[in-house]
Nanobody
Framework: QVRLVESGGGSVQTGGSLKLSCKISEYIGGYYCMAWFRQVPGKEREGVAG???????HYADSVKGRFTISYDHAENTLYLEMNSLKPEDTAMYYCTADWGSPTVNYCQTGTGYWGQGTQVTVSS
């Protein structure tokens, strides 16, 4: 069973930065497509950024130019570097590994793996 464990969340002020990590428990091979989602209470989970093996990356319009997704093969770890943070970025952030495409619902095929989430809070 593949396990994903997020870390790196916290509280920052507007304009600050955070770097989220998602450690993957085992090598997931050549099929991978990984992504970050976020969710606030009462709203649907939304895709933030996705990456595949090429690596091809895809971002939500709301984070383009501010967030960078990357994957370290040696560490088997997915990252999300977040700069110029805004209060509207406040959410629980989740990483996921699946078999799809970054541009199609951020990799989701319904059969992937999810982490437990890490909270990001941005104050004004």
């Amino acid at each position: 069973q593949v396990r994903l464990v997020e870390s790196g969340g916290g509280s920052v002020q507007t304009g600050g930065s955070l770097k989220l990590s998602c450690k993957i428990s085992e090598y997931i091979g050549g099929y991978y497509c990984m992504a970050w989602f976020r969710q606030v209470p009462g709203k649907e989970r939304e895709g933030v950024a996705g990456i595949d093996r090429d690596p091809y990356t895809h971002y939500a319009d709301s984070v383009k130019g501010r967030f960078t997704i990357s994957y370290d093969h040696a560490e088997n770890t997915l990252y999300l570097e977040m700069n110029s943070l805004k209060p509207e970025d406040t959410a629980m952030y989740y990483c996921t590994a699946d078999w799809g495409s970054p541009t199609v619902n951020y990799c989701q095929t319904g059969t992937g793996y999810w982490g437990q989430g890490t909270q990001v809070t941005v104050s004004s």
